[in-house]
């Protein structure tokens, strides 16, 4: 099994940062890229980021692109989410993932528990 477990949402101004962890434990050889997924109260969960654990290569949701970094530490088994610029619109909570890869949520296998993050105007 898997366990991850996020931290670090919170409140901020918009045009405020925040950074988002995800440390990871289990069996955690068992996925290719972990990944960042949002979803706001009435919204269906949506990609937002996500890094191959192997390579390295990020990709990213237009609507963040230029704003948010996805990084990893290969021995703390943690991928991290800095948010910059944050807009109201950015308020959700956010899910840390890990399977196979991609932007469909169905591609990951392990979810945390969510954090929340909220964006004020």
């Known amino acids: 099994q898997v366990q991850l477990v996020e931290s670090g949402g919170g409140l901020v101004q918009a045009g405020g940062s925040l950074r988002l962890s995800c440390a990871a434990s289990g069996r955690t050889f068992s996925w290719q890229a972990m990944g960042w997924f949002r ?8 990609f937002v980021a996500a890094i191959r ?44 993932a890990a399977g196979a890869g991609g932007s469909a949520s169905g591609a990951y296998a392990y979810w945390g528990q969510g954090t929340q993050v909220t964006v004020s105007s």
């Open 53 to 96: 654990w192997g390579g390295g290569t990020t990709y990213y949701a237009d609507s963040v692109k230029g704003r948010f970094t996805i990084s990893r530490d290969n021995a703390k088994n943690t991928v991290y989410l800095q948010m910059n610029s944050l807009k109201p619109e950015d308020t959700a909570v956010y899910y840390c």
């Open 39 to 46: 979803q706001a109260p009435g919204k269906e969960r949506e």
